[in-house]
């Protein structure tokens, strides 16, 4: 678990902007100061609905303002989305460990994101790119091209290192590739013995990506997996967010695959 201290008070953040990044998936733009370290989530709270797990998707250097991005799929997430520029939301945390950027020096970096899995990746390339680290591949997968997030960053990213966007469904002026997200792995030319991998998206992906990492000899010890979607209450009480022996608000939200393999795919 992260060794900062557990912050369970609420405080309330006014909205400035918000975009539309995909159809039902909005960004908003909140005012104030956050410290978080990539991968950490929040519990945002809406009066009335409950609480919703978001990672914060900002560059986390930025001491004015921070954004979450959300997909109204639940009661809760709906709510969020119908809030508006000046209205306020609740805010718990950050909570958990985060990507494990200690281990990034002296490796090729391999980021797969599923979807929403992107989010959560997205303040670690901020992070890495403001330190000149370029060694990264990036592969993005998404439903559709109509659901891509972030595109204007992938564009931009991919002038300093290499970003593989793949649709399932692609329209003819998809810039990407189209295919499942294994594809982008399947074709990927590695370094074994100085790869790391960080998969954020649905779990019914991660065992499919596991399998194509593995075949290319990328050792299980570094793999490392967020389970951020899993999350509840995020300070181990409800005790809802279980994988195997390890809590994923109080053990995660990342682990690495060797210590939780028995656990992917169930």
Known sequence: MSNQKLNFQSQSYPITAKTESAPGTFLFQLEGKIDFHPGQFLEVSVDHFGEATLAPCSDPSDKKSFEICVRGCGSTSKAITNLLPGDKLDLRGPYGNGWPTEKI????????AGGLGLVPLRPLIYTLLKKKFRHITLIAGFKSDDHILFEDDLKNWSKFFNVIPIAEYATPHFWGEKGLITKGIENLKVKAGK???????PEVMVPYCIEELTKKGISEKNIFISY?????CGIGVCQHCSVGKY?????GPVFAYDKIKQEVGK
């Not at 951020?228 to 509840?232: A, L």
């Not at 809590?247 to 053990?251: G, M, P, R």
């Open 228 to 232: 951020e979607r899993r999350m509840e």
């Open 247 to 251: 809590l994923v608000c109080k053990d």
């Open 195 to 201: 790869s790391l991998v960080f998969i954020c998206g």
């Open 105 to 112: 020096r002296n490796n090729e970096l391999i980021l797969i």
